[in-house]
C-alpha cells in the first residue's frame, strides 16, 4: 500500500469515527416517551420531576440521560435511564424532588447553545439538569442548570426551562 492510500484510509477512517461518536448522542425530549412510558408502568400518577446528565456534549445531545418520576400517589420517586432510544437502567430512589416539570421544555441543544452564548465554557462534558427552582420565592419556575467545570473561574448557566432563554451566571471563585 502506498503512503498516500494509508493517509487517505485513515482519514476515511477517522472521518467516520468522528461522525459516529457524534450521532451516539441525543437531546434531552429523545428519550422522554420511552421514559415516561415505563415510569408509568410502576405509577399512573407518575410524573417528570427532573431531567438530567453529567455527560453532556458541547452540543446539548448526551449519550445518556436521566429522567426522574414522582409519584404521589405510591410516596416514591422512579428513575429511568434511556441510552440511544433504548431504556438501559430503572431504579426506586427516595422521592426527594417532587415539583412536577412539564413535558413542554426546551430542549437541551437549544439550551446548550444559549448558554454558551452567554459564557459557558466546556472542558471535556458538561452536567445538565431541569427542575424546578426557587419553590421559596414569589417565582418558582423550571430551569436548566449547565455546569461547564468545577474549578475556580468555571462559569455555571441558567436557562429558562419553558422559553430556552438566558436567566443568569456563575463563576466559580
Known amino acids: 500500500m502506498t503512503r498516500r492510500t494509508l493517509i487517505t484510509l485513515s482519514l476515511v477512517a477517522f472521518t467516520a469515527l468522528s461522525l459516529s461518536a457524534e450521532a451516539a448522542g441525543m437531546t434531552a425530549k429523545a428519550g422522554l416517551v420511552q421514559a415516561t412510558a415505563e415510569a408509568q408502568k410502576r405509577q399512573k400518577d407518575a410524573v417528570l420531576v427532573n431531567v438530567s446528565t453529567l455527560q453532556a456534549n458541547p452540543d446539548g445531545t448526551a449519550a445518556k440521560w436521566g429522567y426522574m418520576y414522582y409519584s404521589a400517589k405510591a410516596k416514591n420517586s422512579y428513575t429511568v435511564d434511556v441510552k440511544d432510544g433504548k431504556i438501559v437502567e430503572t431504579l426506586e430512589v427516595n422521592p426527594y424532588i417532587k ?46 442548570s449547565v455546569v461547564g467545570g468545577y474549578e475556580k473561574g468555571d462559569v455555571s448557566v441558567l436557562v429558562d426551562g419553558k422559553t430556552g432563554k438566558f436567566s443568569s451566571k456563575s463563576v466559580m471563585p
Open 99 to 144: 415539583d412536577a416539570v412539564s413535558a413542554e421544555f426546551a430542549d437541551s441543544d437549544k439550551v446548550m447553545a444559549e448558554a454558551k452564548k452567554n459564557g459557558l465554557k466546556i472542558k471535556g462534558k458538561a452536567a445538565m439538569s431541569l427542575m424546578v427552582m426557587g419553590q421559596a420565592t414569589k417565582s418558582p419556575g423550571i430551569a436548566w
